[in-house]
């Protein structure tokens, strides 16, 4: 199973990571990927200045805002099937 992290340490926090999280649920439900991806909520990993961090298989963090979570799961998620 591969795994997507979202940050929500305080900072990220304050940058929407809530918001992330949802959005990446609602996608990974609609595109039936629940049986592939974990989605997890981890804590801070040091990139706080950047928007909200996103690790995925535990990679260097991405820096995503709600506003691009969806361009970034086509990206990531769907197109690297
Ligand atoms: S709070 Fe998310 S990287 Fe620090």
């Known amino acids: 199973m591969r795994v997507i ?3 929500v340490g305080s900072s990220c926090h304050l940058k929407g990571s809530y918001d992330i999280i ?3 649920k609602e996608l990974l439900n609609k ?3 629940e ?3 974990e989605l997890k909520a981890e ?3 040091n990139n706080c200045r950047n928007p909200v961090s996103v690790k995925i298989d535990g ?3 991405y820096s995503v805002s709600p506003d691009d979570a969806e361009a ?3 990206e990531k998620i769907l197109e690297a099937k």
């Open 5 to 7: 992290s979202v940050c």
């Open 43 to 45: 804590f801070c990993c």
């Open 59 to 61: 990679s260097n963090p």
């Open 72 to 74: 970034f799961f086509r």
């Open 22 to 24: 949802r959005i990446f």
């Open 31 to 33: 595109y039936n990927l």
């Open 35 to 37: 049986n592939e991806w």
